[in-house]
């Protein structure tokens, strides 16, 4: 008999990647879908998801739709308790043996009737609830993978006696060591490098490639992630003005929010941002596309973003912050197409205006060895089944998570 795993996108609505382009904001959906794909592919566990699922549903894949019809900020506990009873009860047949919690939105509380009777937000009441619910009510380990910096579990629930919501493992794309104040209690947090960034499934398209550079990026120095320092990366790969006009005048353009806060903001080129499947349209038409780490250390999907549609990303960065790559895993650090000074931009662009077979050839490597890579995922999955104990130290070290 196979043993159970749930997945859920938690803290908002999962969208396939072929709906999620009709969208202009949905967040990440693209590495959820390459997991639950994943996961349907092996034939020693069912996979159940449970949440918000819309556009199609896989082969294989049980949906099990959390009950929150009504429920809103004006909700009593009792009515969320009853929502509750009800996913227990369309859950708990399966006995589910783990809980793959795709971080969306980092509520600070999700129970109506809790210890602080803070008034709790919409998206914590209808999309990260009904999950911690489940984890708790049938003590089901939580399996975090994290896609994004502002995406760390921060559940309250976890320090007021739910200690099922409290992340067993977190596999990220990085590896750190943090610690966290959550509701008076403090956490010791590993994340273990799993290579998720390239967990999305993508298909290669035909490139377009008539203008030599465009840039795909949320600026990320004023928003949620607050990371200050990709002020100063940008305004080194977008100097001299001299340059950058150059590459405007041949079509360079950067789509992306927040770059009103951009020391150098310029709303001639600077275009704000635009929808999933016009990124792609975009990418296409681009030879090269300039890439900084959306945090210190932290890896991201946009390499093959960019090389799925025939772009080749420019790696900011040779060890400083906001390094792209800061491991030399794709691309040494000493390498020559890394742009880091005023100037680097333009002289790379040029460099393979007049080498378009080496920029074809890299697109090819790259594509080659960031292909998605599970292993890590799988371990962990084995493990469970396996009976390994959770809380060692061995357990910590290979999965991390909170304690």
């Known amino acids: 008999m196979k043993q159970v795993v749930v997945v859920s996108k938690v803290g908002g609505v999962f969208y396939t990647r072929a709906l999620a382009t009709k969208n202009s904001k949905v967040g990440e959906q693209g590495e959820t879908e ?24 896989p082969d294989g894949m049980i949906y099990i739709e959390s009950s929150i019809d009504g429920l809103d900020e004006y909700s009593l506990a009792a009515e969320q308790q009853r929502h509750w009873d009800l996913d227990i009860q369309n859950i708990q047949p399966y006995s589910p043996l783990a809980y793959i919690n795709i971080a969306g939105y980092a509520s600070t509380l999700s129970m109506i009737k809790n210890p602080n009777a803070a008034n709790i937000q ?103 992630c ?52 016009e990124v792609s349209r975009l990418l296409a038409h681009a030879r090269t596309c300039p890439a900084v780490a959306a945090g210190n250390e932290f890896y991201t999907s946009k390499l093959r973003t960019c090389l799925a549609q025939g772009a080749l990303p420019l790696f900011y960065g040779r060890g400083e912050p906001y390094t792209f790559d800061c491991l030399g895993k794709y691309l040494p650090l000493d390498h020559e197409l890394r742009i880091a000074m005023p100037g680097d931009l333009l002289k790379a662009v040029r460099y393979l205006d007049k080498h378009e077979q080496e920029r074809r050839n890299l697109i090819d490597e ?38």
């Open 34 to 57: 390459g997991i639950v794909k994943h996961l349907l592919k092996r034939d020693d566990i069912q996979v159940v998801y449970f949440g918000q699922w819309r556009g199609d549903i």
């Open 122 to 224: 919409v998206v914590g009441i209808r999309y990260c609830a009904p999950a911690l619910n489940v984890m708790q009510q049938l003590k089901i380990p939580r399996i975090v993978i994290n896609n994004d910096p502002r995406n760390y579990p921060q559940d309250g629930e976890m320090s007021f006696n739910w200690d099922w919501t409290r992340p067993r493992a977190l596999l990220s794309q990085r590896a750190a060591e943090w610690s966290k104040v959550i509701q008076n209690k403090k956490y010791a947090i590993r994340e273990v490098y799993a290579a998720a960034e390239n967990w999305c499934e993508y298909i290669r398209e035909e490139p377009i490639n008539d203008i030599p550079c465009a840039c795909i990026a949320h600026a990320h120095i004023g928003d949620g």
């Open 226 to 277: 607050k990371e200050l320092g990709r002020d100063i990366a940008f305004a080194h790969i977008l100097a001299p003005r001299s340059d950058i006009k150059e590459l405007v005048d041949e079509g360079f353009v950067i789509h992306g929010e927040g770059w009103k806060c951009f020391c150098n903001y310029d709303p001639s080129y600077m275009l704000g941002s635009i929808r999933p499947n």
């Open 366 to 403: 790259l594509w080659r060895i960031s292909s998605p890579d599970f292993s890590l995922l799988d371990k962990c999955i084995d493990d469970i089944i396996d009976g390994r104990d959770m809380e060692t130290e061995s357990w910590w070290k290979d999965y991390g998570g909170y304690r």
